[in-house]
């Protein structure tokens, strides 16, 4: 069995985690800041 962690953190989720889009791919967080800092990594990287 393979557990699932936070693409922002690598902390294990459980049953409450989030799911944010991020350039088109939906991928799991284990919190809001998580998922803030997510969004925000990718908005600068995606910027010129």
């Known amino acids: 069995?393979?557990?699932?962690?936070?693409?922002?953190?690598?902390?294990?989720?459980?049953a409450d985690a989030i799911q944010v889009k991020i350039g088109g791919k939906t991928v799991e967080v284990c919190c809001d800041?998580?998922?803030?800092r997510l969004k925000e990594s990718y908005a600068s990287a995606s910027s010129p």
């Open 1 to 14: 069995m393979s557990e699932k962690t936070c693409a922002a953190c690598d902390c294990e989720l459980d």
């Open 33 to 36: 800041e998580c998922a803030a």
